[in-house]
């Protein structure tokens, strides 16, 4: 559908993906980077899902700010 666009206020189809991709991954970007809470949880989440002693440098490098 986005591919469709092509033309529409003088974008091209790429043009419009990269819109519609793109800035939605930039405001997520620099809103868990200045969000302290959602910075954390994204962290342990990550930590999580790979290794369980990532957990602990995490807590490490949260807790020197």
């Given amino acids: 559908a986005i591919l ?3 033309g529409i206020a003088g974008l ?3 043009q419009w993906l990269f819109l519609g991709e793109g ?3 930039l405001i997520n970007v620099v809103r868990t980077s200045t969000d302290p809470e959602l910075r954390k949880s994204a962290l342990f989440w990550l930590a999580q899902s790979k290794d ?13 700010k």
């Fill in 4 to 6: 469709e666009m092509d």
């Fill in 12 to 14: 091209a189809g790429w």
């Fill in 23 to 25: 800035v939605p991954a």
């Fill in 52 to 64: 369980p002693r990532a957990l602990d440098l995490i807590e490490e490098l949260l807790n020197k």
